[in-house]
C-alpha cells in the first residue's frame, strides 16, 4: 500500500512560516483596527510607548527591544518627528530620539488601543490561549 500524497493544506499546516504568517495577518488586521483612532500604525504606536518610559534612546537601543533592524527604526524615528511626535538630537555620531509633549499627549489614545488589542485577540483566542501562545513565543524569541 503507498502513502497518501500530501496536499497543499498538508504542507502549509505543516509549516511554522506559513502557520506563523497566517497568524500574524490575523493579529495585523486586529492591530490596525485597534490603533485606527490614533492615527499611528502599531509598530509607530510601540516605539512612542518605548520613548515616553525612557528619557531617549538610539537606533540600536530600539532596534533591540522591539527585534527590527536599525534603518527600520530610523525610518519609524523619521517619520513620528515629522508629526512633532518624537524628536532627534546627536550627541557626537549618535542620534537619540526622544518623545514630544505632543507625542506625550497621545500615550492616553495608544494604552487605550492596546487594551482593544489584547481584549481583542483574547475574545477571538481565547485568554489562557492567547496567554500560552505568547509566552510560547517570547520564550523561542529568546532562544
Same mark, same amino acid.
Given at each position: @500500500?503507498? +502513502? *497518501? #500524497? $500530501? +496536499?497543499?493544506?498538508?504542507?502549509?499546516? /505543516?509549516?511554522?512560516?506559513?502557520?506563523?504568517?497566517? &497568524?500574524?495577518?490575523?493579529?495585523?488586521? @486586529?492591530?490596525?483596527?485597534?490603533?485606527?483612532?490614533?492615527?499611528?500604525? *502599531?509598530?509607530?504606536?510601540?516605539?512612542? @510607548?518605548?520613548?515616553?518610559?525612557?528619557? %531617549?534612546?538610539?537606533?540600536?537601543?530600539?532596534?533591540?527591544?522591539? /527585534?527590527?533592524? $536599525?534603518?527600520?527604526? #530610523?525610518?519609524?524615528?523619521?517619520?513620528?518627528?515629522?508629526?512633532? &511626535?518624537?524628536?532627534?538630537? @546627536?550627541? /557626537?555620531?549618535?542620534?537619540?530620539?526622544?518623545? +514630544?509633549?505632543? /507625542?506625550?499627549? =497621545?500615550?492616553?489614545?495608544?494604552?487605550?488601543?492596546? !487594551? =482593544?488589542?489584547?481584549? %481583542?485577540?483574547?475574545?477571538?483566542?481565547?485568554?489562557?490561549? %492567547?496567554?500560552? &501562545?505568547? !509566552?510560547?513565543?517570547?520564550?523561542?524569541?529568546? %532562544?
Amino acid at each position: @500500500m503507498s +502513502t *497518501p #500524497t $500530501p +496536499t497543499l493544506d498538508d504542507h502549509f499546516d /505543516g509549516c511554522l512560516y506559513f502557520s506563523i504568517s497566517r &497568524l500574524q495577518r490575523r493579529i495585523n488586521k @486586529m492591530a490596525e483596527s485597534a490603533f485606527a483612532d490614533t492615527g499611528l500604525a *502599531p509598530s509607530h504606536a510601540f516605539l512612542l @510607548m518605548a520613548l515616553d518610559e525612557k528619557d %531617549a534612546c538610539n537606533a540600536g537601543e530600539l532596534s533591540d527591544l522591539m /527585534g527590527m533592524a $536599525p534603518s527600520t527604526i #530610523t525610518r519609524f524615528v523619521d517619520k513620528l518627528a515629522r508629526e512633532g &511626535l518624537c524628536e532627534r538630537r @546627536m550627541e /557626537g555620531r549618535v542620534s537619540y530620539a526622544s518623545i +514630544t509633549p505632543k /507625542g506625550r499627549a =497621545l500615550m492616553p489614545a495608544i494604552r487605550d488601543s492596546w !487594551k =482593544l488589542l489584547f481584549d %481583542a485577540y483574547n475574545r477571538r483566542y481565547g485568554e489562557q490561549r %492567547a496567554d500560552q &501562545l505568547n !509566552k510560547a513565543i517570547v520564550a523561542i524569541n529568546q %532562544a
